[in-house]
Structure formats: C-alpha cells, structure tokens
C-alpha cells in the first residue's frame, strides 16, 4: 500500500511555475490520488507542462538569492586567504551539483511531486518522511526565509544610510526585516499571482548585477585601475593563501556559508511530477544549472577580492553595495542596495509561497494541527467549486480579483493559517537569530537531511536494483557527497554546537510528535486504501475507541 504518496501528491499544487501564475490551491493537481501508482509509473498524464528551459529557470532563479551577495565575507573570515576562500566556493559548488545530481536519479526512479519526504517514506519508512516535513516546516522554510529577510532588511537599511556608515545596528535592519516579511506574507495571503510576475523580472535584475559585477571586477583586474585610491590586489604579485586557516572546523563554518549560496538546487525535485519528460529534462537542467551557478559565483567572487580590501569584504555581510560605493560611488551603492534587495523580496516572496503550502500539505494530512490545512477564514478545500462559483461579488471586488487574484479563486483563497505560522516562526528566527549563526543552524538541519536523502538513493540501488532509472548518476557521485556531508555536520559539532544541539532536539522531538498524530488521526478512523494520515479519519467516532482497528 503506497499510503503514504498521498502527501506528496498534495504538495505544491502548482501547475506553472515559471509563467507568471501559480495554480489556485485546490484545483485538480496532476498528481493527486496517485496512491495506486506506485513507483515509476502512475497517472501523472495531466498537467505536465515544465520544459527544460522552465526548469532551468527556476532553479537558476531560486539558487541565485541573497547568498552570493551576503556568504562572502563569512567565507573569507573563516577560509583565511583570497585563495582558499575560492576553494571554499568550489567545494561548495560541486558538493550542491553531486547533491543535485543525486537528486535527479531520484527524482527520475520516483517521479512525483513533493521531494525528500516521497524519497524517505518509500526508502525508509513513513517515520523519516515526517520528520523532514517536520523539520522543514518548523526550521528549514523559516530558517532560510528568515536569512532572506535579514539580508534584505541590511540591504535595505543601507540604502539609506549609505554603503560607508558604521556598522548599523542589528534591531533597525531586523525590523526593516520583519516589515518585508510581514508585507510578502500579506501579498501572499491576499493573491497567488501578485508576486511571482514579478519574480522574473527580478532574475533578469539578478544576472545584471552578477554580471556587472564580474565584468567591473575584470577591467580592473586588467588595468589595475583603482576605484578606491587604495592599493588592490595584486593579482600577480600577492599570495593568495596567505593567511589561510587549517582548522577543519573555520572550513566547514565558510563551507556552510557557501553552501547556502547555492541552496535551493533540491527544489526541482519537488515539482518534478510537472515536468513534460523529467527523466530526461531533470539531469539536463541540474548539470546546466549548476555549473553555471558555480562559475558565475567563482567569477562574482574573484571580482570582489579584485575591487576590495580584504578586511572590508571579511567585515561586512553587504559586500555588493561596498562593491557598488567603491565603483560608481553612491549611486552605484544604491543601485546595487536595491537590485540586492529586490532580489531578496523575489526570493523571499518564492520562498514564502512554496513554505506556505507545505504547511499547508502537512496539515492537510494530519501531520500537524489540521487548521493549517485550511484555506482562507476556514473554508474547507472541497468547497472550493461552490464558494467561486456562487459566491456574488460587488463590482469592485470583482475588479481587483481580475488585478491581483486568479480569475477563478478569488481573492484570500490562499492557505491563511499556514501563511501566518510560517511567518510567525520566520520572525522569531529573525529576532533570535543574526546572518552567520542562522546559516549554520539551517545548513546542518538541511544537510541532515540531503544527506540522509543521498544515502537513500544508494539504499534504493540496493534494495531495488531493477527499478526504472530514466537517468543514473555515476554511484561515486553519492558516495562523494555522502561523505563531504558527513564530514560537514560532524565539523558542526565541535564549530557551532549550539546550533547542532538545537537541530538534533527538533528531530528528536518530532518522533513523540509522529506517534502522536498517528494517533490522533487513527484513532476514530477505519484506514482507507489510499492516503497518509488523515485519510484515516473517516469512520468510527473517537469516543468509539475500542473499536478502533
Ligand atoms: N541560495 C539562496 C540564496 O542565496 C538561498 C536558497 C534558500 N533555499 C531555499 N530552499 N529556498 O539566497
């Protein structure tokens, strides 16, 4: 019995996700009641509109965020020198394409929508399915958006005050912060569509500035001309590991920070079941992808070192307005402090979206308290036909819907309950949490589970060999990012052991919690043939408990 795909067909009902609209929640989704399909096969036929060049988009448009703009000077800080500050980035770099490589093979063999949880309830059990989605919901989405928000509440604030001043204090960039996640939460609840026409435009805005930023950074180097008066350096005469630091721990602190510039390389996968020929698509995506990334950070990153002082890009978690300010002055500041931030909100705005219906998913089926399975002001999903159809609108509103909603959903049919905990615990990351600290808090939670992910598929290669794999990484391909990931969350404990501490009482937490809802959700239930946990729960009364199976 697949009893647990039901989960994953849920999640991300999107049916475009490049085209500017995402489906209304609650329409059929392709992948619904999938629970017969079993592995490899199923009934996935509707709604499979992703194209290679819609796939590469958006992960290209999901990994470039605030990272490559902000993990710098941590990197730096932590590797010691120029050189194997670059080396950092590489590792990172082909650490994330392995992962990604990994993740299309499974992708390929069980091509269904919601990622990681599908993969580690069929590999290992429902258990390991719901602790990522535990952990996903209650660290991982609010963890990364909360890094968004604080990135972008500093770009922000600098803006202002310009790229020179003082250090700033934290509280006037976190509540630059919260007004920016407060404002997405808001467009979210209120429309689906707002936000993410804008979303390529902000790509577009993305690449300039990572391109500007490469070019400047190669005249320079070229020329040796000085934009800030001061000395550059060198590229031929300095020592590019000087300075460099052995210990493994600083190493594996600068390679979280790196390896959260290029996080988001997982997110195909959760929408894999859209895709037209992902067996094909998904592999050619991920190693176009990539490497792209790889090489344009590289390259973003040589610029710096080129443009800069080292101690300044060490200093600052806003490289790119200094970049900006010692180039074109403060013009150049403020372009660059609000292409920068613009690019957060876009990022933020995804993020927010996807997090979104994962809470939502996951209180659908019982994972969590079902009022985060709700739409709206409580309306239940399956009344979504009668409510759009019926529902009589005044002109005006009518009006705005055709602005900012979906012609058939209206406005506020959106996951409400979901939206406001995820913002909730997103702003208490933000207010307990500051950039560094929170990047390693949400890179060991994350590769906890990539890696546990990754061991799957060699797991999957054992357990089931003749298993239909559309595409096959190399099997040294997990091996290496198996063993990097292990030697990364191992380093964790001795580099940031507050933060590891913190991740392990999640898990740990979240398996009472599994029993728990297993029990709620079964308990007045007679278990039907498809669905996760709250399938179950038609039937007996609870008070009826003797009866229950
Ligand atoms: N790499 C992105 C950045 O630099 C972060 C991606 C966050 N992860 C995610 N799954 N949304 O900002």
């Not at 919901?137 to 604080?150: D, E, F, H, M, N």
């Not at 091996?479 to 501490?501: D, N, W, Y």
């Amino acid at each position: 019995v697949n009893s647990t795909f039901s989960f994953a067909a849920n999640l991300f009902p999107l049916s475009s996700t490049t085209g500017g609209g995402y489906a209304p929640l609650g329409a059929p989704t392709a992948t619904r009641g999938h629970g017969n399909g079993g592995l490899g096969g199923g009934s996935l036929e509707k709604h499979k509109t992703l194209t290679y060049l819609n796939g590469l988009s958006l992960i290209v448009g999901l990994i470039i965020g605030s990272g490559i703009f902000s993990s710098p000077s941590q990197v730096n800080a932590n590797a010691g020198s120029p050189g194997a500050a670059i080396i950092v980035w590489v590792v990172a770099g082909i650490l994330a394409w392995t992962g990604a490589a990994s993740y299309a093979e499974l992708g390929g063999a069980i091509p269904l929508n919601g990622g990681p949880q599908v993969y580690l309830s069929k590999i290992f059990g429902e258990l390991a399915g719901f602790l990522f989605t535990w952990v996903a919901v209650l660290v991982l989405k609010p963890g990364s958006a909360a890094i968004i928000s604080i990135i972008m509440g500093e770009y922000l604030v600098r803006t202002f005050i310009g790229a020179e001043a003082e250090t700033i204090n934290p509280w006037i960039s976190k509540s630059v912060a919260l007004v920016g996640l407060f404002l997405v939460t808001f467009l979210n609840s209120v429309s689906t569509k707002l936000g993410t026409r804008m979303n390529d435009m902000l790509m577009f805005l993305k690449f300039v500035a990572l391109l500007g930023v490469t070019i400047i950074g190669i005249v320079v180097a070229a020329t040796g001309f000085s934009f800030s008066g001061a000395a550059n350096l060198d590229w031929k005469k300095h020592d590019w590991f000087e300075g460099t630091k052995m210990d493994a721990s600083a190493f594996a602190v600068a390679l979280y920070a790196g390896l959260w510039a290029f996080d988001g390389w997982d997110n195909t996968n959760y929408v894999v079941g859209e895709f037209r020929n992902p067996g094909r698509d998904l592999p050619r995506v991920i190693h176009t992808a990539m490497p792209l990334v790889i090489l344009s950070y590289i390259l973003a990153n040589v610029a710096y070192f080129f443009v800069l002082p080292l101690d300044t890009i060490n200093s600052t978690n806003t490289v790119a307005v200094i970049f900006g300010s010692k180039v074109f002055g403060p013009v150049g500041a403020l372009i660059l402090a609000l292409i920068v931030s613009a690019s957060c909100f876009g990022a933020l705005n995804a993020s927010t979206f996807t997090s979104s219906r994962l809470v939502y998913v996951a209180g659908k089926e019982g994972y969590i308290p079902e009022l985060f399975g709700r739409i709206g002001s409580g309306t239940a999903v399956d009344q979504h036909e009668s409510l759009t159809t019926t529902r009589t609108r005044s002109w005006f509103t009518k009006k705005l819907i055709r602005i900012v909603a979906d012609e058939d959903t209206g406005l506020f049919y959106t996951p409400i309950p979901a939206l406001m905990l995820n913002c909730t615990l997103t702003a208490a990351y933000v207010c307990v949490g500051e950039f560094g600290t929170l990047v390693t808090f949400y890179g060991v939670a994350g590769y906890t589970f990539y890696f546990v992910t990754v061991l799957g598929l060699i797991v999957l290669r054992v357990k089931e060999p003749n298993l239909e794999r559309p595409y096959k990484t190399w099997i040294t391909t997990p091996i290496i990012f198996c063993c990097v990931s292990l030697f990364l969350l191992s380093r964790a404990v001795f580099a940031q052991p507050l933060q590891t501490l913190l991740v392990v009482a999640f898990v740990v937490v979240g398996v009472p919690v599994y029993y728990w809802r297993r029990y709620v959700n079964g308990r007045s239930a007679v278990k039907r043939e498809v669905g996760g946990m709250r399938e179950v729960r038609e039937g007996r009364p609870w008070w009826k408990f003797w009866q229950r199976r």
